[in-house]
T-cell receptor, first 115, second 115 residues
């Protein structure tokens, strides 16, 4: 069964450093998403991406965040200057459309710890 | 705007007993509904989904859910739980397949199965 792959599984970074979280969505999917889950809390939407541009973003997704699909297969989330409150599990998701819409497939997540 | 409410934050249940997890949604348009399971320290796995058709949806691991449009509910049930069903369960909704249509999650229900 096709999977969404996220790397790394765990990243520790110092406050103020830049981090890039990587995702490889399912190959025939067209819509890509990033979500985050702070420990013990609900899963929160960050951003959606389609046709090489952001479709929608939440209030959380401020100027410190950016997304990119650099090479047609990877989908990355960059945090420019990490804060302690960015510590969370970050999930990438992708989905198809029409007959290929079976729902949203999530990766296993990247646990980001900012120290 | 779409929203999801999971009425129970925690549900303790004995092994082999039935369980029902409640989910209500709010939306002004037709929706697609999902249940995801998150085992400890793992990612989000799709349990089942309602896209259209029969309102009774069967998923993996013996779970099923019923879509009730008049009550805007999508409750999840299992007739007999196992210890391995201990996990957090998330109900989620999306308003369609248009670009940017994100998945909105409820707050989650933690199920603890006791021997």
């Amino acid at each position: 069964e096709p999977e969404v792959t996220q790397t790394p599984s765990h990243q520790v970074t110092q406050m103020g450093q830049e981090v890039i979280l990587r995702c490889v969505p399912i190959s025939n999917h067209l819509y890509f998403y990033w979500y985050r889950q702070i420990l013990g809390q609900k899963v929160e939407f960050l951003v959606s991406f389609y046709n090489n541009e952001i479709s929608e973003k939440s209030e959380i997704f401020d100027d410190q965040f950016s997304v990119e699909r650099p090479d047609g297969s990877n989908f990355t989330l960059k945090i420019r200057s990490t804060k302690l409150e960015d510590s969370a599990m970050y999930f990438c998701a992708s989905r198809g459309e029409g007959d290929a819409f079976y729902g949203y497939t999530f990766g296993s997540g990247t646990r980001l710890t900012v120290v | 705007a779409q929203s999801v409410t999971q009425l129970d934050s925690q549900v303790p249940v004995f092994e082999e007993a039935p369980v029902e997890l409640r989910c209500n949604y709010s939306s002004s348009v037709s929706v697609y509904l999902f249940w995801y399971v998150q085992y400890p320290n793992q990612g989000l796995q799709l349990l089942l989904k309602y896209l259209s058709g029969s309102t009774l949806v069967k998923g993996i691991n013996g779970f099923e859910a019923e879509f009730n449009k008049s009550q805007t509910s999508f409750h999840l049930r299992k007739p007999s739980v196992h210890i391995s069903d201990t996990a957090e369960y998330f109900c989620a909704v999306t308003e369609g397949q248009a670009a940017g249509n994100k998945l909105t999650f409820g707050g989650g229900t933690r199920v603890l199965v006791k021997p």
